[in-house]
């Protein structure tokens, strides 16, 4: 786990404060899902995780920084593999979209350009179904820097 996220995870919270993503299905799915004053259960990290760090397991699999949904939130990239875990930074359930919210949505906004900047062939989410072929296309078409500043806002349905 990413240092920022270890304390709260050990402690069982409380989460941080998070706004909801844009759009009124954001506003929605986040009341419906995330409720600030909820704990978890405490549990112990072994192994902070540092950006860039290789892990050794697998051909090694890279860390990658990617705040915004929450400020630890990481991503694994498995190059030998081509296959990208996206964990929370997006969201593959009716087309790629944002996670039901954001703690800080620029840093959020950082980081899905982050992604669309790397090379993989496959995607894997914290919420919704794996994309097998074209992903890092996918997250370029979404989140490149060819998007300008203006989003689509409907989500891609292809290969959702």
């Not at 304390?7 to 506003?27: C, I, K, T, V, W």
Request: aromatic share 6%; glycine share 12%.
């Amino acid at each position: 786990m990413h240092p920022l996220d270890i304390s709260m995870a050990e402690s069982g919270g409380p989460f941080r404060p998070m706004r909801p993503a844009p759009g009124l299905l954001g506003q929605v799915l986040c009341r419906l899902f995330f409720h600030p004053e909820e704990r978890m259960e405490p549990v112990a990290i072994d192994q902070p995780l540092t950006p860039g760090e290789i892990l050794p397991i697998a051909g090694g699999i890279e860390v990658i920084h990617t705040p915004g949904h929450c400020a630890g939130q990481v991503a694994l990239l498995w190059r030998p593999g081509r296959m990208l875990f996206a964990g929370d930074v997006c969201t593959n359930i009716m087309g790629l979209g944002d996670p039901v919210g954001f703690e800080n949505l620029e840093e959020g906004r950082a980081s899905q350009r982050k992604l669309a900047s790397l090379s993989f062939d496959a995607a894997g989410f914290g919420h919704g179904k794996p994309i097998a072929r074209n992903a890092s296309a996918r997250f370029r078409n979404k989140w490149g820097e060819q998007s300008s500043g203006v989003r689509n806002r409907l989500p891609d349905m292809e290969d959702a």
